[in-house]
């Protein structure tokens, strides 16, 4: 049987990589790749958790959908701490971006692009086991606000699988349009940054939506795409596909479920609350 899965070693070992200390930077061995910063003080990071606990609090008007939704931040972005780290890239941390969300990032690049799906999905997957003790706390108090919270948590795994840099779905998808051609990426890259500057405008997220695209604009610009890393084969990226579509579905089947509970079990109630979220009233509970 072989030594590795999907993962790196079954015996959890890693590879000897040099370690930074904190403020030192390191060259990634991936060509093109940048040096990558070693990372947030300690204030620092209490002080942006904050920032970004008081700004949901601010938006959502609850506390609990607050805390809910940064533990439910914090799980997402350890799945992707987790991968990196399996997969030879860590030691991995993650940054707390205020008033955007969180970063993880790793010491040097994936080695290949079926690494980097691996990466960029493990995010959502792992995420969603931050519904659980929402849900538990629902169910040990009855207060539909833990509900809220859960959807909330859900709802970010989802969001993050939009094929759009620098979401997790563009980093997942990417690589498999790529596959088929280059330019079938930009062309979705484009088609993706005319539908955010809509949604923006008809919802009102303006600060979000200027935020992707000018993250869309820059991957447009950015020339060499994941350079020096090999690129996916045609079996890399039909299980590509495969594990974005069921990552997707758990996504928004978690997101749609916790809310049954709290619509009376009524699916078109769920529906039009996960719509009015999103910032579309589609009436269907009318």
């Given at each position: 049987?072989?030594?590795?899965g999907?993962?790196?070693?079954?015996?959890?070992?890693?590879?000897?990589?040099p370690?930074?200390?904190?403020?030192d930077?390191?060259?990634s061995?991936?060509?093109?790749?940048?040096?990558?910063?070693?990372g947030q003080?300690?204030?620092?990071?209490?002080?942006?958790t904050?920032?970004?606990?008081?700004?949901?609090?601010?938006?959502?008007g609850?506390?609990?959908?607050?805390?809910?939704?940064?533990?439910?931040l914090?799980?997402?972005e350890?799945?992707?701490?987790l991968a990196?780290?399996?997969?030879?890239?860590?030691?991995?941390?993650?940054?707390?971006?205020?008033?955007?969300?969180?970063?993880?990032?790793?010491?040097r690049?994936?080695?290949s692009e079926?690494?980097?799906?691996?990466v960029?999905?493990a995010?959502?997957?792992?995420?969603?086991?931050a519904?659980?003790?929402?849900?538990?706390?629902?169910m040990a108090t009855?207060?539909?606000?833990?509900?809220?919270?859960?959807?909330?948590?859900?709802?970010?795994?989802?969001?993050?699988?939009?094929?759009?840099?620098?979401?997790?779905?563009?980093?997942?998808?990417?690589?498999?349009?790529?596959?088929?051609?280059?330019?079938v990426?930009k062309?979705?890259?484009i088609?993706?940054?005319?539908?955010v500057v809509?949604?923006?405008?008809?919802?009102?997220?303006?600060?979000?939506?200027?935020?992707?695209?000018?993250?869309?604009?820059?991957?447009?610009?950015?020339?060499?795409?994941?350079?020096?890393e090999?690129?996916?084969?045609?079996?890399?990226?039909?299980?590509?596909?495969?594990?974005?579509?069921?990552?997707g579905?758990?996504?928004?089947g978690?997101?749609?479920?916790?809310?049954?509970?709290i619509?009376?079990?009524s699916?078109?109630g769920?529906?039009?609350?996960?719509?009015?979220f999103?910032?579309?009233d589609p009436?269907l509970s009318?």
């Open positions: 049987m072989s030594e590795t999907p993962w790196g070693s079954r015996d959890g070992r890693q590879p000897t990589v370690v930074a200390a904190p403020g930077t390191i060259a061995p991936t060509p093109g790749a940048p040096a990558i910063d070693k003080s300690p204030a620092w990071v209490v002080i942006s904050l920032l970004m606990l008081g700004f949901i609090w601010f938006l959502t609850s506390w609990i959908v607050a805390v809910s939704a940064i533990f439910g914090f799980v997402h350890y799945g992707h701490v990196m780290n399996r997969l030879g890239m860590g030691p991995a941390r993650v940054y707390i971006i205020p008033f955007l969300g969180g970063l993880a990032r790793g010491q690049n994936p080695a079926w690494d980097g799906v691996l960029s999905l995010g959502p997957a792992f995420g969603l086991l519904v659980l003790p929402a849900v538990g706390l629902w009855g207060d539909r606000e833990w509900m809220m919270g859960a959807f909330l948590i859900a709802m970010i795994n989802l969001v993050n699988l939009a094929p759009a840099p620098p979401l997790d779905g563009s980093k997942a998808l990417g690589p498999v349009l790529a596959r088929i051609d280059p330019m990426e062309a979705a890259l088609a993706i940054g005319v539908l809509w949604w923006g405008v008809s919802t009102g997220r303006y600060i979000l939506a200027i935020f992707l695209g000018i993250a869309v604009l820059g991957s447009l610009r950015r020339g060499a795409w994941r350079p020096g090999r690129k996916l084969s045609w079996g890399e990226a039909a299980k590509s596909l495969g594990l974005f579509v069921a990552t579905a758990a996504c928004a978690a997101a749609l479920g916790v809310l049954l509970p619509s009376d079990g699916v078109l769920a529906l039009d609350m996960a719509g009015r999103i910032g579309f009436g009318q």
